[in-house]
């Protein structure tokens, strides 16, 4: 059996959209945060996500250290947050944290007002899985934010994801329904 290309593996992820999220930590090792888009539910008994990171990261240390983090999930008015926390701008890790307003979750770890949701996490296991650590994240707190339109990102692009227009539509019954 031959294996996919890491080019054409690349490609094809490029296809799947992903939530763009900024997953932050802080504690002894200090205040970090970055851009994500590699996260997902696990369980919700107990309420579990993974957040995958590359090993080669130079925050990825301190989050482990830390032990907790959590995962902001960005609204789509977030793009340009989110292009400040993946280092595409020249600002250090204090000045990104200060571009906008945070609060401290029950772990530490700050959370942004304006997001879609906030997970705060602690991290109970890590995995390293080729190129990348896998941290499994017990949910310790939920945060709902207003239900903005979200950010996604697909074919290397950043899109907007709407919600319903009004929120208490309700929707028509199913086909052969009662």
Same mark, same amino acid.
């Given at each position: 059996?031959?294996?996919?290309?890491?080019?054409?593996?690349?490609?094809?992820?490029?296809?799947?959209?992903?939530?763009?999220?900024?997953?932050?930590? +802080?504690?002894?090792?200090?205040?970090?945060?970055?851009?994500?888009?590699?996260?997902?539910?696990?369980?919700?008994?107990?309420?579990?996500?993974?957040?995958?990171?590359?090993?080669?990261?130079?925050?990825?240390?301190?989050?482990?250290? +830390?032990?907790?983090?959590?995962? +902001?999930?960005?609204?789509?008015?977030?793009?340009?947050?989110?292009?400040?926390?993946?280092?595409?701008?020249?600002?250090?890790?204090?000045?990104?944290?200060?571009?906008?307003?945070? !609060?401290?979750?029950?772990?530490?770890?700050?959370?942004?007002?304006?997001?879609?949701?906030?997970?705060?996490?602690?991290?109970? !296991?890590?995995? $390293?899985?080729?190129?990348?650590?896998?941290?499994?994240? $017990?949910?310790?707190?939920?945060?709902?934010?207003?239900?903005?339109?979200?950010?996604?990102?697909?074919?290397?692009?950043?899109?907007?994801?709407?919600?319903?227009? $009004?929120?208490?539509?309700?929707?028509?019954?199913?086909?052969?329904?009662?």
């Amino acid at each position: 059996m031959t294996r996919a290309s890491s080019q054409a593996f690349r490609d094809g992820m490029a296809r799947l959209g992903a939530a763009v999220n900024i997953v932050t930590t +802080n504690g002894p090792a200090g205040m970090f945060g970055l851009t994500a888009s590699s996260v997902c539910s696990v369980t919700d008994a107990p309420p579990t996500l993974l957040v995958c990171m590359k090993r080669a990261s130079a925050l990825r240390d301190f989050f482990v250290a +830390n032990g907790s983090l959590c995962v +902001n999930v960005l609204a789509a008015s977030h793009q340009d947050l989110s292009r400040i926390f993946a280092g595409m701008t020249d600002l250090d890790m204090e000045q990104r944290f200060k571009t906008c307003e945070w !609060r401290t979750m029950v772990s530490g770890a700050p959370a942004l007002p304006e997001a879609v949701a906030c997970f705060d996490t602690k991290i109970t !296991r890590t995995l $390293e899985v080729g190129t990348h650590t896998i941290f499994l994240c $017990e949910v310790l707190d939920v945060g709902l934010g207003e239900a903005p339109a979200g950010l996604v990102y697909f074919q290397r692009k950043y899109h907007q994801l709407r919600g319903p227009q $009004e929120p208490n539509l309700k929707s028509p019954p199913l086909a052969g329904g009662t």
